[in-house]
C-alpha cells in the first residue's frame, strides 16, 4: 500500500542512512538520474553493501535502475537483485523493455534462488510509453505505474509548468491503465522542493483524477502527501458505518442495502474494506 | 574525582547562597585615556582575577585588549573569568601557555583556546560554571573580581551605558550585571560615547572608570551566526517530533512559557510553535533567553505576551529591545541564579535544548566532544534543564558516524534527574522518572521509544565506538550551579 514514495540518492551514505526516517511507505533508491556516469559503480557497490547491513525494516525497497537499453543495466541487476528488494523501478519503460526486465528477474531469481518475486514499477516518461501504458500495466508483476512528467514534458517539446495542463492527458490515461489493471497509480513528484502550498496544490489535484500515491523528491514533501493521499477521518468513520450496517444481520445476505436514504451496494462495501484496511495500515485507527 | 575542598554534586554547598555586598564606586573622576591608564590606575598585578561578559560574542575586541596588556607587563598567574570564550579571543592561547593566565572561569569555552587548555596547557585550572552559577559564585564572594572590564555600545560621561547605541551595538547586557555590582573595580570600556543614552541598562554608579577606545568590536561577530530555520530534513523532523509531543502533552496552551536557542533546529521549532499557536488562536505568557528574531515576531504577531531578553542573537532582536516596551532585559542573577528570589527559569514551562552526548540515565554532556576536547559549555542548559517543568533535548541519533547517546557521557554537564524528553529523528524517549509525562503520552496512543531502544537502534547503525581513555591529568572541574561539583574534566590523550 502506498502513499509516498522517497527517492535517495544511492550514491549519498548520509542520505541512505537516514532513508527510513521521515514516515514514507517506500524508499526509491536511486541509480539513475541522481547518479552521475562515473559514480554508477560505487553507487551500486555502496547500496548493494547498506541493503546487507542496514535493517530497514516495515519499507517497500525499490531500486531505480538506469533504463533497460543501457550496457550497464544487466550489471546492476546482477548486483542488486536479492531478498532484500521488493521493487525494481524501471525508466523510459516500453511494453518491450518491461518484458524484458520481467524475464531477467526471473533469470536471476532463479539463478540466486531468491524466495520472493521482485515486482516492477515502470516509469511513463515517453509519449511512446504513455501510447502502450495499458500493456504495460499488463505485464506479469507490475503493480504500479509511476507517472514521469519532467521526461515525458521533453518528449513532447513542451515546457513543464505549475498548472501541469501538458501533462492532463498522460496523467489521466496512467490513472486509467492503473485501475483498469489494480495496480497503483502513483504520481509525478513535485519538483520545488520549498513550495510547500504548490506541493498541496498539485497532490490534491492529482489524488482528485486518481492517483493513489505521489513520488516524493525531498524528505520535506513526504508528511504531506501522506496526509493527503490518507483517508480523512470523517472518510474512515463512515467506512466503518458502512461495514457495521453490511455486518448487521439483516443486511448481512443482502447484496444491497440502505444508509442515510442512499444505496449500498457491493463496490461500496468494497472500497470501505479496502479503505479500513488502509487506515490500519498506515496507523489512522 | 572531586578535588579536596570542593563540594560534591548532590551534597550541599555550605555557603552557596552567602550574599556579599555590592560595591558602589566613589571614583568621580573617570575618564581615563587608554586601557593602560586602567591597568596603571588600578595596579592591576600578578595573581589578579579579570573579568568580562560575552555580549559581543565572536567580535569581541575588549578581551583580546587586555591581554595584550597583560603580555605587555608580562603579569604572571592571572585568572580570567569572561562569561563565555570564543575562537575570536586566540591570542589567549600564547598567554596561557607563557604562564601569563593561569586559571579560567567561564561558562562556555570553544575555538582554539578551548584546545589549548584541553591539551593541558593551563598550568591552574579550569571552571566551568553555568549561567546561573556565575552570578552566584560572583554574588556569594565565591568568585572574587578584582577587575571587570565591561564592553559596553554605548556610554555617558557619567559611566551609565547600554548595547543598544553605538556602532557596536548587541543589544541587552545581562551577562555583566553582577561584574558589575560586585567585582572590586569595575571599568567601562566603549567606542560610543554620548550624553543621550536612551536607556541606562549600565548604572554609573558603580563604574570607576571609563576608556574610549576605536572599536570594541566587529558587528559581524556580535550577532549570532545562525538566525534561520534549519532545512535539513533529519533536523527538521527532530523541530516537528519536538511540536508534536509538547503538543500531545497539552503543553502548547494560553500561558505558555517558553525557551529556545538561536541553532537551525531552535530556530525551526520556534517556527513550528508559531504556526500551531497562530492556527489554536494560543496565548503564551513569555519567551525568555537569548532572544532571536524569530522570537520577536512572535511576541510582535502577540503570540507572547513579554520577551526576557539576557541577551541579544541578532539585529532584530536589538531593534526590538529598544522598541517594544514589554521586551525587558535581565541580568543573569535574575535568569538563572538558584538564590535569586524570584528566578526566571523556574517559570519556565517548556525549553528546547541541544546534546553531544547523552546517556542512558538521560544525563547531558554540552562541554566537550566525544574525544574530550572542550567545545562548550552549559550557558543556561543546566539552569533552564532544572528549571522548566518540561525540559526537552533535540538531537540527531547519529552525528557524523558518531552515536549521541553512550552508556556514560565523556563529561556531565547537566544531570539526568533535570532532563526530561529527549527527541532524535528515530523516536522519543522519556526520563522514566517523569511517570507522570508517559502517562500522559500513552493516554494519547503516542508513539515512545526507552532511551535503551534508541541507543540499541545507534549501535545497530554504527557499531559500538570504542571507549574513550581518559588521561590522568586534572585539567579543571564542571561546577553545578548551585556551587557543587557534577564532572572533573581531564587532559585530552595526543
Redesign the interface.
Known sequence: MRRSLLFIPSNSPAML??AD??GADGVIFDLEDAVSISEKDAARTLLDTFLTM??LNKLEIIVRINQIETSITSKELEKIVSDRIDTIMLPKATKESTLILLNQLRNIEHEKKLTKKINIIPIIEMATSVLEVSDIAKVERVNGLLLGAEDLASDLEVPRTLESLEILMPRALTILAAKAHKIDAIDTPFIHKDDDEGLVKDAKFAKQLGMNAKACI???QV?IINEIFSPSMAEIHQALRIIEAHERPENIHKGAFSLDGKMVDKPIIDRAHKLIEKAKAWHLL | MILEGFTPYGDKHPNSCLKINHRPSNNTNKQLRSITDAFDKLQIKDGMTLSFHHHLRDGDFVLNMVLDEIKKRNLKHITLAPSSIFPIHEPMVELIKHGNIENIVTNYINGPVAKTVSEGYLKGFLTMDTHGGRPRAIESGELMIDVAFIATPAVNSFGDGNGIQGPSQCGALGYMMSDLMYAKHRVVITDFMTEDLLIKEIDGHYVDYIVQVDKIGDPQGIVSGTTKPTKD??Q??IA?DTIKVMDALGLIKDGLSFQTGAGGTSIAVAEILRKKMIENNIKGSFASGGITSYLVNMHEEGLFNELYDVQCFDLEAIRSYRDNPKHHPMSASKYANPCHESVLVNDLDVVILGATEIDLNFNVNVTTDSHGYLMGGSGGHSDTAFGSKVSIITSNL?KSRTPIIKESVTALTTPGSTVDIFVT??GIAINPKRKDLIQKLNEVSFPMMTIEDLYHKSI??TGKPTPLIKSDKIIGHIRYRDGSIIDTLYQVRK
Request: hydrophobic share 30%; net charge neutral; aromatic share 10%.
Open positions: 542512512q537516514n526516517i521521515f542496514y535493517p525531498h524528505p520535506n508528511e | 530534513p533529519v527538521l523532523k516537528k547519529v529523528e528515530r545497530e547503525i
